[in-house]
């Protein structure tokens, strides 16, 4: 599918896009705002151990916006943009979350020169047609300042129960899931330093008492997702 018949898809989406993440993900047990929260929770204490306060921060294919109140928790400071390719996304997101600091936009209209601190995507690549996809991490690392962080959230298709999930989805049963390899040497071929590498959420709610042994599976490559830092080196012009 090419991308423009997948802005049409997702502009048709956008209206029941959280109804439908929502029946895809219960067979987990838990609600799509515990995935959005622990995702970002995880990418809060990374980049404190790095040293990193993003003040700009871009939500890179932020959709209707799940990520926007666990970023604004986070980072309560920072300016936060999101930005999707689907205009009617945008329209609902900009109808649900109202605050001075956040502000959206179409990704077409993203200023190039404008460094972020820090880009968030979760969930995105998996959508984005596999000969766009250097294209789209090109973009990315030419909004980030220099020593800026790109913070890759992606379905791990090793992990069984993700392959599931995506199959109950009817915006993710075409998509075509990148495994943590696939997405390291992108990344790298996209001139970005990796960071590190985190694999998250081992455990559905009927096994939430074996959750307080995650922080020590992070390195273990079974999570439903993984994310993954990597830091911009290329100089600001």
């Known amino acids: 599918m090419d991308s423009q018949n997948k802005i049409a898809e997702f502009d048709n989406f ?11 993900i219960s067979v987990s047990g838990e609600e799509k705002d515990f995935f959005a929260n ?5 990418l809060a204490m990374r980049l404190l151990q790095m040293g990193i306060s993003p003040h700009k ?10 990520a926007i109140p666990f970023l604004r928790s986070q980072f309560p400071e920072a300016l936060i943009i999101g930005a999707d390719v689907s ?14 600091n956040t502000q959206f936009c179409l990704l077409e209209n993203l200023v ?27 973009t990315i690392r030419s909004v980030l300042r220099t020593g800026g962080c790109f913070a890759l959230w992606e379905n791990n298709p090793w992990n069984p129960g ?11 049963r075409d998509a075509n899931p990148m495994n943590p390899l696939e997405s390291r040497r992108m990344l790298v ?15 559905p709610k009927f096994l939430k008492l074996f959750r307080c042994f995650e922080p020590m599976l992070f390195k273990i490559p079974l999570g439903a997702q993984y994310q993954i830092l990597a830091t911009s080196q290329t100089l600001d012009k």
């Open 112 to 138: 190039i020169g404008d460094k972020f601190d820090l880009v968030f995507c979760n969930g995105v690549f998996h959508h984005i047609p596999m000969f766009e996809r250097a294209s789209a991490v090109e």
């Open 38 to 42: 622990g995702r970002v929770k995880l």
């Open 189 to 203: 071929a996209g001139k970005f330093q990796i960071a590190r590498i985190d694999f998250a959420f081992y455990f």
């Open 14 to 24: 956008a209206g029941s896009y959280d109804l439908d993440l929502e029946k895809g």
């Open 162 to 172: 993700t392959r599931l999930v995506m199959s109950r989805i009817p915006f993710d």
């Open 87 to 100: 205009r009617k996304s945008i329209e609902i997101a900009e109808q649900i979350h109202k605050d001075k």
């Open 57 to 66: 921060v871009l939500d890179f294919g932020c959709g209707t916006g799940s």
